[in-house]
């Protein structure tokens, strides 16, 4: 069966940091592109991060550039989002998803773990 299962988040103070992980199962991560999105309240799914499955390019949201990383390890078949000097507005549900190509669209995405909330608040 084909799982992605997102873990780390929680609740932290602003200027904080969290790294989440997104593991899979049933298929090996090492063919993918995989993603982070999230979804706050009344907003709609938004792209966060990107890797390519060949070359490791990378992406990231304006709105996180320099101060999120995302990696992975092929090995454990997982990806990490390391997340550092968060603020309130990054509070969301977040969301790995795997595809054949890099993209920050969600309909390319054919893969999705259940999420994980993230709350940045004092």
């Known amino acids: 069966q084909v799982q992605l299962v997102e873990s780390g988040g929680g609740l932290v103070q602003p200027g904080g940091s969290l790294r989440l992980s997104c593991a899979a199962s049933?298929?090996?991560?090492?063919?993918?592109?995989i993603a982070w999105f999230r979804q706050a309240p009344g907003k709609e799914r938004e792209g966060v991060s990107c890797?390519?499955?060949?070359?490791?390019?990378?992406y990231y949201a304006d709105s996180v550039k320099g101060r999120f990383t995302i990696s992975r390890d092929n090995a454990k078949n997982t990806v990490y989002l390391q997340m550092n000097s968060l603020k309130p507005e990054d509070t969301a549900v977040y969301y790995c998803?795997?595809?054949?190509?890099?993209?920050?669209?969600?309909?390319?995405?054919?893969?999705w773990g259940q999420g994980t909330q993230v709350t940045v608040s004092s």
């Open positions: 890797i390519s499955n060949n070359d490791g390019s990378t």
């Open positions: 998803a795997a595809a054949g190509v890099l993209s920050t669209r969600v309909a390319m995405y054919d893969y």
């Open positions: 049933g298929f090996t991560l090492d063919y993918y592109a």
